[in-house]
């Protein structure tokens, strides 16, 4: 099967959608002490961190969310799994409101957590330093009260072979493991309790290529076997070409466009995702200088007008100083830009 | 000046512990030319950190260098004493770290820190030294010069901070520069402007980089020559196109191959089998045997020294030599 035949082979409908994001939307605000407010007079100040996403991940099937730091793709992974309780919005999984759930009766909020799992980036800080790697595999297992405290050393032995970490000392601790060895961990936990919906917060992204390589591969493998629903977050497109059905690039808390893989990467078409991909080293070698890129993220405190990306972006005119496009369909592709919704590209 | 500009003989560093010395760096031989940009590449531990900051003279103890020479133009400075070695640090060589936020002082204005490297190292006033500092901000791209002078570490973002360091770096004319990971804490985007400027203005002055980075594709658009480390000893150097495009040793050749690429027709990255040994117990022999393909049993037992294969040196006993194409 070709990669685009997998990339189809399930359409998404409805009856497929296992997660969902509704409007999702989460401000912070910025605690500076009253009395400075009074003499400075200042309003309180927020950060939009995440800003009306909207999008569906269909059963077995991985969406990768790309972006510069601050461009909010990990708090948007946190409001997902429940980690954080959006301002706006609702996450769904599997029709069932995860924050409404999470925040309801206990063997609910329990079931539900079974369902939804996380990697995150740091295998030095996610794993506790103190916990033996055994019991840090079993705590998921014991917790939700699936197995008994007898049975968790066989359990935990299988679920680390799984990763490829076979007869390892599960009495060690994670310090006296590399930081490949350490994201098997992470990923051996997270898969523990046999969850339907995996997010991983740029699980490679701490890690070396060769390494990289390794857990990238064994997390296609895992998903395919067990048919796991993933976010992917990460800051490099490269990386998601690899793993992903479908990509969402956000900029400024919002998502500005979102496509299947090989649409994204064969015909981008908002202007951010063109600067990304022109950004991205060429291992060709020198000659080619990557494309001068414009300026950095602004800062979220003072947004720019209109569309957000306006300031960086070479087609900009008037009406996007004014007027924040949406995210509109254009065949399978969905792009929030006003200079490709007027064909001005 | 004809000849290299700094060149490194045959250096080891070494650790000791209560179980004897750990030998970190072994025998690492490499030069700079004037004007010439070296990438040292190498997974995390494989002692690229390490050869900067030997090469530098900022060796936390108790690490220490147990042979070899360190020359810069031509005269050692690796037996320098405290006080003249300081001197040279700052004067002769500059260090551009990872984070921008741990080489700037919180505390102080960019002007401040600027004005002060400034006239540590050349009889100026405070008036001529704000020009140069407001010049060599100009230099690094950093739009309205004069007005960022006043302000703090914490009101730049991330990229205008490194241009900052850089500035910083550059600011006594140094004849080396060592980049430790300029880019790695900056998005692509930011990473592709660094670059270029760390080029640009090396070059305008003539200065010899060492440029140490994990990412292959920041060597392949930034560097002249390319230096591959694995556990304490270069195995590849050579020009960049030469080692990238046609590598010949096999562990440069998995590294390749494992780096993620949007021209790739493959669905899958290939990987290297295993990790990177410990320090204590580095295998005898090719350090990499345990994880090559092609390993023999001669692998095993002689440790193979750095040949020329066409127009690169390899340090192994079967390197890839024709008919073999990059990934």
């Known amino acids: 099967m070709t990669t685009a035949e997998r990339a189809f082979e399930r359409p998404v409908t409805d009856a497929t959608v296992v997660v969902e994001a509704r409007g999702l939307g989460r401000t912070f605000g910025l605690h500076t002490p009253w009395t400075t407010r009074l003499v400075h007079r200042n309003a309180p100040r927020r950060i939009v961190a995440v800003d009306d996403v909207s999008f569906t991940i269909a059963r077995g099937r991985t969406l990768a969310l790309v972006g510069e730091s601050g461009c909010g793709k990990s708090t948007l992974a946190r409001l997902m799994v429940g980690l954080d309780v959006p301002t706006h919005g609702s996450a769904w999984l599997d029709r069932v409101d995860v924050q409404a759930t999470l925040a309801g009766p206990v063997d609910a909020a329990r079931a539900l957590r079974r369902r939804m799992q996380m990697v995150f980036q740091d295998p030095y800080a996610s794993l506790n330093p103190r916990w033996r790697v055994g019991d840090i595999v079993a705590e998921p297992l014991l917790e939700q009260r699936l197995i008994l405290p007898a049975q968790a050393p066989a359990r935990v032995a299988a679920l680390l072979a799984s990763v490829g970490l076979d007869g390892i000392d599960t009495r060690q601790f994670p310090h006296q493991f590399s930081g490949g060895q350490r994201q098997r961990i992470s990923l051996a936990r997270a898969i523990a309790t046999s969850p339907e919906f995996l997010v991983c917060d740029e699980p490679t992204s701490s890690l070396d290529v060769s390494v990289q390589a390794q857990v990238l591969n064994l997390l296609v493998d895992l998903q395919r076997e067990r048919a796991l629903t993933c976010l992917f977050i990460s800051h490099n497109l490269v990386v998601v070409r690899y793993v992903a059905h479908d990509v969402g690039v956000m900029y400024l808390g919002r998502i500005v466009e979102l496509a299947p893989r090989e649409e994204l990467f064969a015909a981008p078409r908002h202007p951010y995702t063109r600067m990304l991909l022109a950004a991205v080293p060429d291992l060709k070698g020198r000659g080619r200088e990557r494309a001068p890129v414009l300026g950095e993220v602004p800062d979220p405190l003072s947004p720019p007008s209109g569309c957000a990306f306006h300031p960086r972006c070479p087609l900009a005119n008037e009406r996007c100083r004014v007027e924040r496009p949406a995210l509109r369909s254009a065949g399978v592709v969905r792009v929030a830009c006003h200079a490709v919704e007027e064909g001005r590209l | ?327």
Not at chain 2, 78 to 99: N, V
């Open chain 2, 1 to 327: 000046m004809s000849g290299p500009l700094l060149e490194v003989r045959d250096l080891c560093v070494e650790f000791p512990t209560r179980h004897g010395p750990l030998r970190a760096l072994d025998g690492v031989s490499f030069d700079i030319a004037p004007g010439e940009i070296l990438g040292v590449v190498g997974e995390s531990g494989a002692g690229k950190s390490l050869t900067g900051a030997a090469v530098i003279g900022l060796l936390e103890p108790p690490g220490r260098v147990c042979r070899g020479q360190v020359l810069l133009e031509g005269s050692r400075i690796d037996d320098l004493p405290r006080e003249a070695m300081r001197r040279l640090q700052g004067r002769r060589i500059g260090a551009i770290f990872q984070d921008p936020l741990t080489s700037l002082d919180p505390l102080y204005t960019v002007g401040h820190q600027l004005v002060e490297t400034l006239r540590a190292h050349f009889a100026l006033g405070t008036s001529q030294a704000r020009e140069q500092a407001v010049e060599l901000l100009r230099q690094t791209g950093i739009p309205a010069p004069e007005a960022r002078l006043a302000q703090y570490p914490h009101e730049f973002s991330g990229g205008m901070r490194q241009r900052v360091v850089i500035a910083l770096a550059l600011a006594a004319k140094p004849a080396l520069v060592i980049a430790d990971e300029p880019t790695t804490a900056l998005d692509v985007a930011v990473q592709a402007q660094i670059l270029q400027l760390l080029r640009g203005v090396t070059q305008a002055r003539g200065a010899a980089v060492m440029l140490i980075t994990h990412d292959m594709g920041v060597v392949a658009e930034t560097c002249d020559r390319v230096a591959v480390m694995y556990a304490g000893r270069v195995v590849e150097i050579g020009p960049v196109d030469e080692v990238l495009q046609r590598p010949a040793h096999p562990y440069t050749v998995g590294l390749m191959a494992s780096v993620p690429s949007l021209h790739d027709a493959r669905d899958r990255l290939a990987q290297i089998p295993g990790a990177l040994p410990r320090l204590g117990e580095i295998p005898a022999g090719c350090a990499f045997h345990p994880r090559c393909p092609k390993a023999s049993p001669r692998c095993r037992e002689e440790r193979p020294e750095l040949a020329l294969v066409r127009r690169t040196r390899a340090a192994c006993w079967w390197p890839m030599v024709e008919g073999f194409a990059a990934p």
